[in-house]
């Protein structure tokens, strides 16, 4: 791995948190970057233009999205060689979560070049920090696959090690993403849902899957939007857990994917979350 010395003359390339909704999140910092950098590398354009003209930000922009991101990435890294700075950002909130970013920053780094966090908005924490469900341990899925199979066996592979469950969902699946995670889990989860945050109509809905989904069924309006879904899994008391008794005495003699193979064969519970369960007790 390459790394930059002190007397380095190459530029800097800054990730940039912008807004999620509400303008006045926009931090100083992070508008005094976006007006001093050479270059803005941005999600979608015309959507940043808009963002930029409000604060008068005159700087160039490019285009880096999912399908250029891996040939924008030299381009990136060229111009930081000749001394200019160039920043990133998304749509809204933080880059990278669930947004492009990752091969670009990769990239650079490997080369040495100096990359610089500017924090701010992130949908993420700011569902999570006001959503009542425990934030001690939490897993980020970003988006569930879109087919509504594929979308069961994610769920099916939750466990409780992994805290609480955090995705991204569309106005347009969240109804189907409720109904799978109901026939899944059932009412042994909780959920909160955070709709629209920090705009004009942001929503916090909690309780059951049932009762969450109910109301959305009785009011289109509040599946509008973008949202945010948060589900607190069930905690497992191993005494009363046949698989997971023989899971242990499994891992005694075997590896870890054959024991969680065998487990599952034996007991008809998912491969997929014993070995998840597997790991963790490795881990313990």
Known sequence: MVTQSDNDVRGTFYIVATPIGNLDD???????????VDYIAAEDTRHSKRLMNHFGIDTKLFALHDH?????????????????????????????????GYHVVNYLRQEGHKVTPV????????????????????SFVGFLPAKSKSRRDEMSSWVPSLGTVVFYESTHRILDCLADLEAVWGDRVQVALARELTKTFE???SG???????????DSNQTRGEFVMMVSLPAVEEDHSEALKILKILLKELPVKQAAALAAEIT??????LYK????????
């Open 68 to 100: 250029n991101e891996r040939d924008k990435a030299a381009y990136i890294a060229s111009l930081l060689s000749e001394g200019k700075n160039v920043a990133l950002i998304s749509d809204a909130g933080t880059p990278l979560i669930s947004d492009p």
């Open 208 to 218: 059951s899957v049932s009762e969450i989904k109910q109301i959305l069924e009785d």
């Open 277 to 284: 369960q597997a790991l963790a007790m490795n881990e313990e």
């Open 203 to 205: 929503t916090f809905l």
């Open 119 to 138: 924090p701010g908005p992130s949908a993420l924490i700011t569902a999570l920090c006001a959503s009542g469900l425990p934030t001690d341990r939490f």
């Open 26 to 36: 926009f931090t100083d910092r992070a508008k005094r970057v976006l007006h001093e």
């Open 268 to 273: 008809g519970e998912k491969k997929n979350a």
